[in-house]
């Protein structure tokens, strides 16, 4: 019988990475390796294979179906706090102007108190905003703008990155992955 998989160019075969806990390592980004990590992660024994695609891979000895998710054999404890990026910035204000709300306007960071005022680059100080509401609020304070804030900045956990990161499937999933992504989705009866 024929199966789609067996036409996928090696390339478009990414594995999930799961941990020693079978959770995924990462919701956001969503932890997967390329085909050849993974590989080379099995045949050195760092890994379980939980799933695989149907597209073989051949060397001159051996035939081997690739590994569509993996579970790591020794848990990898995740930090507790993320690094202050722009992308972690944004995925802790779930991709929103933390002024009006919106998410489909060209996205920047504002200082709630500005640099000018002794505001700092810090997780309680820096915010997601559209272009033009950061324009509008300029070197003022919320207060000072008469712009409220839609919710007060925080330094998030890991794990808080991870739960909004949940809200924003990447582009591809692969049938197999599904049981270990969205497992806490309500069951069809």
Not at 15 to 35: E, F, K
Not at 114 to 122: E, F, K, L, S, V
Not at 130 to 144: S, V
Request: hydrophobic fraction near 35%; charged fraction near 20%.
């Amino acid at each position: 019988m024929f199966h789609p998989d067996l036409i996928r160019h090696p390339d478009s075969c990414p594995t999930l990475v799961l941990n020693a806990d079978y959770t995924p390592l990462s919701y956001y980004p969503l932890s997967i390796w390329p085909w050849q990590t993974a590989v080379k992660a099995v045949f050195l024994e760092r890994v379980d294979i939980v799933a695989h695609y149907e597209r073989e891979v051949r060397s001159p000895t051996k035939v081997m179906r690739l590994p569509s998710v993996i579970a790591l054999k020794q848990f990898v404890k995740p930090s507790q706090f993320p690094a202050f990026t722009r992308f972690n910035l944004f995925l802790r204000d779930t991709f929103a102007c933390q002024y009006c709300g919106s998410a489909t306007r060209e996205l920047t960071f504002d200082h709630v108190v500005p640099r000018a005022q002794g505001g700092r680059t810090t997780w309680e100080n820096v915010v997601t905003a559209c272009a033009p509401c950061n324009l509008r609020k300029g070197g003022r304070t919320p207060k000072q703008a008469g712009m409220p804030l839609y919710s007060t900045p925080i330094r998030p956990t890991s794990w808080q990155l991870q739960e909004h990161g949940r809200r924003f499937p990447p582009n591809y999933l692969h049938e197999t992955w599904h049981d270990w992504l969205y497992w806490d989705v309500e069951l069809e009866a």
